[in-house]
């Protein structure tokens, strides 16, 4: 079993920055892909960025160029950095470890942007 906790949400003005952060813990050996996916109200829950174990990254498109993901092995954390958020960035964003093919998720943080 692997546990996730979340931190850093918040409310943020449009143009401003946030950092999330997302701590594993248990069988974290069995760690490769940690990542984030955000929901927000009414829409499906969509992958934000991955990072596997080696450092290879993947971000969508509609955050590339202003969210940057990155990991902390020895930690066992990952963090998401959000600049220049604007109001389409509000959702609750999940923190996810892929864990031996076994998909593992945090209870979920808020981010909310005001124009």
């Known amino acids: 079993q692997v546990q996730l906790v979340e931190s850093g949400g918040g409310l943020v003005q449009a143009g401003g920055s946030l950092r999330l952060s997302c701590a594993a813990s248990?069988?974290?050996?069995?760690?490769?892909?940690m990542g984030w996916y955000r929901q927000a109200p009414g829409k499906q829950r969509d992958l934000v960025a991955a990072?596997?174990?080696?450092?290879?990254?993947s971000i969508a498109d509609s955050v590339l160029g202003r969210f940057t993901i990155s990991r902390d092995n020895a930690k066992n954390t990952v963090n998401l950095q959000m600049n220049s958020l604007n109001s389409e960035d509000t959702a609750v964003y999940y923190c996810?470890?892929?864990?031996?093919?076994?998909?593992?998720w945090g209870k979920g943080t808020l981010v909310t942007v005001s124009s």
């Open positions: 990072i596997t174990s080696g450092g290879s990254t």
């Open positions: 996810a470890a892929d864990g031996a093919g076994v998909n593992y």
């Open positions: 248990g069988s974290i050996f069995s760690i490769n892909v």
